[in-house]
């Protein structure tokens, strides 16, 4: 008699279940774009998505296969639904058994607001204070209320859509007395703003009293190196007659002006403030009833006359630069006292003067399309005040980039709509806007045709303009020829060659 003891046998078996890890089971509020990812699972050949919107269903998608771990559905899912999915690993024994199925559910989409309705003042209402505010309910989906004043109906000439994001608005000065103002409240957000929204009025009171104090503007309470020749400048009081005007060089002074009557909204002095000094200044409105009481007094100091400023130093192009582009901005350090820049720009083979004592009072200049490629340019910045100008400053030289075009292009797309290569990009075209191109088939058919190709709107991606009838829109897999047509003066020529569909 003998025994013996058998070995397990190594045979092969369909793979195990993968586990579905985004969308989470019983999600919501999923983009309408999500992609579907799962767990690798070790034996297996690929997995079999499916797709619909029942357990079980398969509208969307029937068992197809997918080599990787994720899967992106060829359109947008639709708004506020739920979906059923299933993945199948498989292998050449066969498909895993028993996996799971999970569901999850789109997001709604934003939609415009509703609108708001005006709380205060009430439509038609009259006797309304000055210095109201226009109040209105909350919108729950609003991001804000676009708010529009004006004494005619649809007119904005006092708010023109300004926006607010709370529920209430006051003017930043009262309203005019015995005038009926028109006020719509818009409430908007990301997508839109409402329509049809309702328009209200109200009249305002009639005062008999006296003037409201006015508020100084100009200059600034405690500001600093005002001009000897400025302005005093007020808001208005609607029911003021006039303003006595008061300054002096300590708090409640006069020796300069003793209660002026003026009757706009400005003073400016017979003669000029004196250098670096504090000068006070009070502006109380009046009328028939009385003057305003308890109005604030401003206080400034005067500049100290300055100076014709320091030079600059140009920050670009450096000083014999070479390649710079000719959609170039050149820039240079800040000033201190300077009031702006004369900029003078000299191309140095012909003489001619691009620009000459341009005055810039930023801290650079757009060159685009005042220069030629491939020239020497010189190019000077001089500071100046109204002392004068800067002194002795120098120049700098630089040379702008050669106009050469050499396109670069892929060999192949694969216009699958997976965003990899789902266009031909013909790098640097964009420089060169004023193009043709064109692609043809093996049989020197051109099967498509553009202007103006830019790598964004203007794009081949597989599709046919021409010939249609030949096999609808979208061409089949094989090699194409393509031609680009430079069509500027400056790069014209034509280039050639060949690239691949592969779907």
């Known amino acids: 008699e003998i025994s013996f003891t058998t070995a397990a046998a190594n045979v092969p078996t369909p793979p195990a279940c993968a586990t579905i890890t985004s969308p989470g089971n019983g999600a919501t509020d999923i983009a309408l774009d999500a992609t579907i990812t799962w767990t690798a699972v070790s ?7 499916t797709i619909g919107t029942t357990s079980g269903g398969n509208e969307l998608l029937d068992g197809a296969s997918v080599t990787g771990t994720s899967y992106s559905h060829a359109s947008d899912f639709a708004e506020n639904t739920t979906y059923y999915i299933s993945v199948g690993p498989y292998n050449s024994v ?8 999970i569901s999850f559910t789109t997001e709604t989409l934003a939609t415009v607001p509703d609108c708001t ?11 309304i204070a000055l210095d109201a505010a226009i109040t209105w309910t909350a ?21 023109d859509a300004v926006s607010v994001t709370g529920t209430s608005y006051t003017h930043n000065s009262d309203f005019a007395e015995n005038t009926t103002y028109f006020v719509s409240v818009v409430s908007f957000n990301s997508v839109g703003e409402a329509e049809g929204c309702a328009e209200i009025s109200f009249t305002t009171e009639t005062l008999a009293t006296v003037p409201d104090c006015t508020t100084i503007t100009s200059p600034g309470n405690g500001a600093t190196d005002v001009a000897l020749d400025a302005a005093i400048t007020w808001t208005a009081v609607s029911d003021a007659d006039g303003y006595y005007v008061t300054i002096g060089t300590t708090s409640g002074g006069n020796e300069l002006v003793d209660a002026l009557s003026v009757t706009g909204t400005s003073y400016t002095h017979t003669s000029d403030f004196a250098e670096n000094t504090t000068y006070f200044v009070s502006v109380v409105p009046y009328n028939a009833v009385g003057e305003a ?14 100076t014709p400023p320091d030079c600059t130093l140009i920050s670009f192009p450096n000083n014999q630069n070479n390649g710079i582009p000719v959609m170039s901005i050149i820039s240079w350090q800040e000033v201190e006292n300077a009031e702006g820049y004369y900029v003078t720009l000299t191309q140095t083979s012909s003489g001619e003067a691009v620009l000459s004592n341009q005055i810039v009072f930023e801290m650079s200049i757009d060159l685009s399309g005042k220069l030629e490629y491939g020239q020497e340019y010189e190019i000077s910045v001089i500071p100046f005040n109204g002392q004068g100008e800067a002194e002795t400053c120098g120049s700098s030289l630089f ?15 694969s216009p699958n709509g997976d965003g990899v290569n789902d266009f031909w990009e013909i790098e640097g075209i964009e420089s060169f806007p004023d193009n043709k191109v064109a692609v043809y088939n093996r049989w020197g058919d051109k ?44 790069a014209k020529g034509k280039y050639r060659g060949f690239l691949i569909i592969k779907r």
């Open 139 to 159: 919108v729950s989906d609003a991001d804000g209320y676009y708010i529009t004043i004006g004494t005619s109906s649809g007119g904005n000439e006092l708010v």
């Open 94 to 101: 066969g498909e895993a058994t028993g996996c799971a199925e």
């Open 117 to 127: 309705t005006i709380t205060f003042p009430g439509n038609g209402a009259t006797d």
């Open 293 to 306: 009481a308890g109005c604030t007094e401003i206080s400034y100091t005067t500049e100290t006359l300055p």
């Open 399 to 413: 040379t702008t980039e050669s106009l050469d075009f050499n396109p670069k292009t892929k060999y192949g797309i």
């Open 447 to 490: 099967v498509f045709e553009v202007e103006s190709y830019d790598n964004q709107l203007n794009v081949f991606e597989g599709r046919a303009s021409r010939l249609q009838y030949l096999g609808a829109g979208e061409l089949p897999e094989g090699t194409y020829f393509f031609e680009i047509q430079i069509l500027s003066e400056e």
């Open 43 to 49: 034996d297996a050949d690929g997995y079999y998505v």
